[in-house]
């Protein structure tokens, strides 16, 4: 179980994120939705500790995850396994090293750092690659795939991070449908198949109401709705996303468009 | 484009004044700047002693050297020469290297991303700025007067010249890195080397790398004068030779300095293309 308690993380005086309550059940698949700036990495990340809180708590099984230091934090980052929309590979280094970096927390600094990885994690990477149909790929640079290919290395290096959750970060924003498809799936897969938590920030809402079995609005900071994905009426929908059409709206000219849907000249000037 | 009508222009000119106003003093800047800029070269020549007289009797001076020059000749002295090419180019490539191998770790300390805090940040780059700030020439004078002449005073002397360069120029690569692939190996649960080992080296070694062989080509030039004033190597020969004035041999030596630069130059050329050669490509 994991619980958010009053969460806030302040950059100067702004609250990307503020006074987020809720808990998370083992195995649900959460998906969290808003639009751009609402808060919905800088929440992702207060979980794995890569943003520091500036108030209230979170709690794992009990533990007050905000409290970790030194090894347990790092074993909790583990535990808490990120995925990125930029994916965050790196890019020189080739596919099975970086999928064993999910193996860092759990071995000895001088074995990852001489990268004497143990027979068996060197398996168990390559058995989370296969799962994604990568194995072939295993001695590619990273750096050398396509977006989808990365994504799917990341998530293999989620998973033998062994974690009890997945946050991930818009993991498919930068990818086309097809590859939309096979990480979301992926990631789905992982959520039936081993049980792991998921919460997932996403941009569509589409893919939300498909995949999620609960879904967390958040706007300007805070948590606006939570729950069923058909208790998310269009009403609210609207009201999540709306203010963004009308600042849309507002910053070109605040009329209409003209019937011609080009802009006239002047008006792209004026803009 | 066609002319815009005239009252399309006025509006232009009220919204925007200070594209079409240009004032006197901004037309008649570049015109003064250059005329003080010939007065001061002008006062730099006389102030000097340029003289066309003497640089026009020095020329039959250097045409006559030139003909004392043909043909380049070693005489009986060739082996001692190569001998002392190959010190000159261990000079270079010891001293660079040392000095890279310290910078590493140094340039760590000096990067933002590594040591967010100014106050330990600062003194790091400053100590790095002044060693810098004297030439390898001055390290040469300074470590023959503590270790005596030779090519150990030649190999300090460039190593240290070149830890503060290295040191600027590698945490500079450092602090130009990739964030987000660190954060990949903090969220997975890497510790501080683990980031810097993995999520860091891997973008900054071919960078590293590129310079510290771009170094080793210019250095293999500076080995050769710090060799001049006692260093070790071929300099310290093409010195002897010009005291005593055996011009054929200084043509020869000169000669070699010039195989051995253009070599080195191919060879770390062909090197860096290598390292980066793949990434510049894609
Ligand atoms: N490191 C930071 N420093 C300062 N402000 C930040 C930082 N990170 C986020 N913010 C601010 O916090 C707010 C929330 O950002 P966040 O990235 O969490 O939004 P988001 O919901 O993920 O948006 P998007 O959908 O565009 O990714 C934004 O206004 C952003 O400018
Ligand atoms: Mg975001």
């Not at chain 1, 583990?78 to 995925?83: D, G, K, N, T, Y």
């Not at chain 2, 005239?6 to 800047?29: G, I, K």
């Not at chain 2, 390898?136 to 240290?160: H, K, R, Y």
Request: with cysteine; glycine share 8%.
């Amino acid at each position: 179980m994991l619980v958010v308690e009053g969460l806030t993380c302040r950059f100067g005086t702004k609250a990307a994120v503020d006074n987020a309550s809720f808990s998370i059940a083992p195995g649900s698949f959460v998906g969290v939705i808003g639009r751009s700036g609402a808060g919905k990495s800088t929440l992702l990340r207060m979980i794995n500790r890569l943003a520091e809180p500036s108030e209230g708590r979170i709690l794992f099984e009990g533990v007050d995850v905000t409290a970790l230091r030194g090894k347990d934090l790092r074993q909790w980052r583990a535990r808490s396994a990120m995925i990125f929309q930029q994916f965050n590979l790196v890019g020189r280094l080739d596919v099975l090293t970086n999928v064993l970096m999910g193996r860092l927390a759990d071995m000895p600094s001088w074995r990852s750092l001489t990268q004497l990885w143990p027979e068996e994690d060197r398996a168990l990477a390559m058995s989370a690659l296969e799962q994604f149909d990568m194995g072939s790929l295993a001695a590619q640079r990273a750096d050398q795939l396509s977006g989808g290919q990365q994504q799917r290395v990341a998530i293999a290096r989620a998973l033998v991070q062994n974690p009890e959750i997945i946050l991930a970060d818009e993991p498919i924003a930068s990818l086309d449908p097809r590859n939309t498809r096979v990480v979301m799936d992926a990631l789905l897969r992982i959520n039936k198949h081993f049980g792991i938590t998921v919460i997932c920030n996403l941009h569509s809402l589409d893919l939300a109401r498909n995949y999620c079995d609960r879904l967390i609005g958040m706007s300007a900071g805070r948590v606006v709705f939570d729950g069923a994905p058909a208790k998310l009426t269009d009403q609210i929908a609207r009201e999540l996303y709306d203010l963004e059409a009308n600042e849309v709206m507002g910053t070109t000219s605040g009329e209409a468009p003209a019937d011609s849907t080009i802009p006239a000249l002047g008006t792209a000037a004026a803009a | 484009m066609s002319l815009l009508p005239p009252p399309e222009r006025e509006r232009l000119r009220a919204q925007y004044p200070d594209v079409f106003a240009r004032p006197a003093s901004a037309r008649l800047a570049t015109p003064a700047m250059i005329l003080a800029a010939a007065a001061i070269f002008a006062f730099g020549l006389v102030d000097l002693d340029f003289s066309p007289a003497r640089l026009l009797a020095g020329f039959h001076q250097l045409g006559w050297i030139t003909m004392m020059m043909i043909p380049p000749d070693p005489g009986s002295s060739l082996p001692a020469y190569l001998v002392a090419l190959g010190e000159t180019l261990s000079i270079a490539l010891l001293g660079t290297t040392i000095g890279a191998l310290v910078a590493l770790p140094v340039s760590l300390l000096a990067a933002r991303n590594i040591v967010p805090s100014g106050i330990f940040r600062f003194p790091v780059r400053r100590f790095l700025d002044s060693i810098r700030g004297v030439d390898t020439l001055i390290w040469a004078l300074v470590w023959i007067n503590v270790v005596g002449l030779g090519p150990f005073a030649g190999v300090l002397a460039i190593a240290v010249a070149d830890f503060g360069a290295f040191g600027k120029l590698f945490s500079e690569a450092i602090e130009a890195a990739d964030k987000k692939q660190v954060e990949g190996i903090r969220a997975s649960g890497g510790n501080a080397l683990h980031e810097i080992r993995f999520g860091l080296m891997p973008q900054v070694l071919p960078v590293i790398a590129g310079q510290v062989l771009y170094f080793i080509e210019s250095n293999t030039r500076s080995a050769t004068i710090i060799g001049i004033v006692g260093a070790g190597g071929i300099g310290l020969q093409l010195a002897e030779q010009i005291r005593v004035l055996e011009w054929q041999k200084v043509s020869f030596l000169i000669l070699m300095i010039l195989v051995a630069v253009a070599a080195i130059d191919w060879i770390s050329g062909k090197l860096r293309f290598a390292i980066i050669g793949q990434r510049a490509l894609a």
